[in-house]
């Protein structure tokens, strides 16, 4: 009877280790000396340097025991071969992600009422909210059609300066105004979309940043319609079918609360803006998920995975990019308006690269072409944003953050997504 080979024993050489971990602090020693261990403060009128020494000794001493403790951990396990590790890597079936995906929803809805809630809770869910949005319609061009965008804010961007500039100069409603954000921002994705359709790859990624580049200092430089770095204040409220949620409504309208015979309370608003964004993003999932079952969007995949292959079938690339460019773009157009009403104020320094980055960060880290993975990868890195005790090293602990995720996670935190395509017969499959 023959035994099955057993997988070679990993060694556990203590001096091997202990060097690694010792060169990984040294490297981070290097790092939080310009980083860390030096801030520039002002005492009585005067700049001057102050050490900090003991932050950078917990950092240097907090890698080196970390990559210790990862070594270790990776002598420990045991050596598994290819399709063994395929086995042991967490995934996530129909199943459970349609559970995970309902207590989402059940949790969102419930949200405003729970114990814990507040309003700065609704109002950070509803920033969350905007940045799921966001990330499923830069899922559309990256995800989807495979077109690298770092430009993706410019259509946010038109989305929420259409709304404040219509609402002023027009005097529109913001339910007015959000259809016009939503095509006017589409029309900026053709637009874009036209330019770059012989590009690929970091030519493409080097114009799309380009674009978005241009858009910002459009809008700080016109000042006559933007009003330059001062921004746009005042942007009106959304109001609920015709109902402002205020304490004294204008002549000839009543307010929610006199509608409703209910005492006014400011978190009314609050409330309702989180409830029409998460009706909004809902409907914007269901309409992604549902042409990724059309041909335009069997045909977004296929130019993502071949764009040679895609002439060859007779799939004309030029509108199959142009269609994904503009649809994407009309997502983040739609978002536009809901940040411009949350703030009341937008200005340029809202719509820089790195909110472009952040988005790109959200798609990348929760899965390409994952909803679910989106939606909590926004979840996670808009609360670490806001870890106000930790403002110094917030973008430390985003970086290691986003580190770690691509180290145990490389293909994000949901690697499975729903086939846009089953067999007849087939389980279970992934695409």
Known sequence: ??????????????????????LAALVALVLAIPLVGFQAVEVNAALTIRTRFDWMAIGVAAVFAGRLLLRVAQALRPVRTGEARARWLPTVDRRRSALLA??????????????????????????????????????????????????????????????????????????????????????????????VLRLRGDYLAIVTLGFGEIVRIILLNWVPVTNGPAGIGDIPRPSFFGLPFAARAPPGTTSFHDFFHLSFNP?????????????????????????????????????????VACRALGINPTTVKLSAFAIGAMIGGLAGPFFAAKQAFISPESFSFMESAMILAIVVLGGMGSQLGIVLAAVVLVGLQELRGFAEFRMLIFGAAMVGIMVWRPRGLLARREPSLRLHGERGSAA
């Not at 609402?167 to 053709?190: D, K, M, N, R, V």
């Open 102 to 195: 309902w207590l989402g929803i059940a949790v969102a809805i419930a949200l405003p009422f729970l114990p814990f809630s507040s309003r700065y809770v609704v109002d950070l869910a509803t920033l969350t909210a905007i940045y799921v949005m966001l990330g499923w319609g830069l899922n559309v061009v990256v995800g989807l059609a495979g077109l690298l965008d770092l430009g993706y804010v410019a259509f946010y961007a038109v989305g929420a300066y259409s709304f404040a500039l219509f609402a002023q100069w027009f005097h529109l409603s913001f339910w007015e105004c959000l259809p016009i954000a939503g095509l006017l921002a589409a029309s900026f994705g053709i637009a874009l979309g036209f330019p």
């Open 1 to 22: 009877m023959a035994l099955a080979a057993l997988p070679p024993p990993r060694r556990l050489d203590g001096g091997h280790l202990i060097k690694d971990a010792a």
């Open 267 to 307: 978190d009314h608003r609050v409330i309702f803006l989180y409830y029409a964004i998460l009706a909004l993003a809902l409907a914007i999932n269901l309409f992604t998920l549902r042409l990724r079952k059309l041909p335009i969007g069997r045909a977004w995949e296929a130019l993502r995975e071949d764009e």
